[in-house]
């Protein structure tokens, strides 16, 4: 059983960087793929991006390419979300999850393909 915590999310301005982290405790947490999701009010929660077990592989979802950068330490337990140039769009909870499922890549991007998931951390970019 692996326990995923967020922190990191918090009120900013457009243009504003910010970055996220997933501490996780119990299991093998290298033996995982970890994806980053978020949802926003009102809609369902969607893929953003993932990394593979040992750091070597990303996948982004195009609307965050050249802005958003995932990364991991496995000696933390830690998984890091890097935002940059956020936007009012970007407002959601942002939740990390892992997945035993292809941790080499090609990635899990359903939720329902992950099998562990975090609270999820509150960010807010106002305009």
């Known amino acids: 059983q692996v326990q995923l915590v967020e922190s990191g999310g918090r009120l900013v301005k457009a243009g504003d960087s910010l970055r996220l982290s997933c501490a996780a405790s119990?299991?093998?947490?290298?033996?995982?793929?970890m994806g980053w999701f978020r949802q926003a009010p009102g809609k369902e929660r969607e893929f953003v991006l993932a990394?593979?077990?040992?750091?070597?592989?990303?996948y982004y979802v195009d609307s965050v390419k050249g802005r958003f950068t995932i990364s991991r330490d496995n000696a933390k337990n830690t998984v890091y979300l890097q935002m940059n140039s956020l936007k009012p769009e970007d407002t959601a909870l942002y939740y990390c999850?892992?997945?035993?499922?292809?941790?080499?890549?090609?990635?899990?991007?359903?939720?329902?393909?992950?099998?562990?998931w975090g609270q999820g951390t509150q960010v807010t970019v106002s305009s």
């Open positions: 999850a892992a997945t035993n499922l292809n941790p080499a890549g090609p990635f899990a991007v359903e939720p329902g393909e992950y099998d562990y």
């Open positions: 119990g299991g093998t947490f290298s033996s995982y793929a």
């Open positions: 990394i593979s077990w040992n750091g070597g592989i990303t």
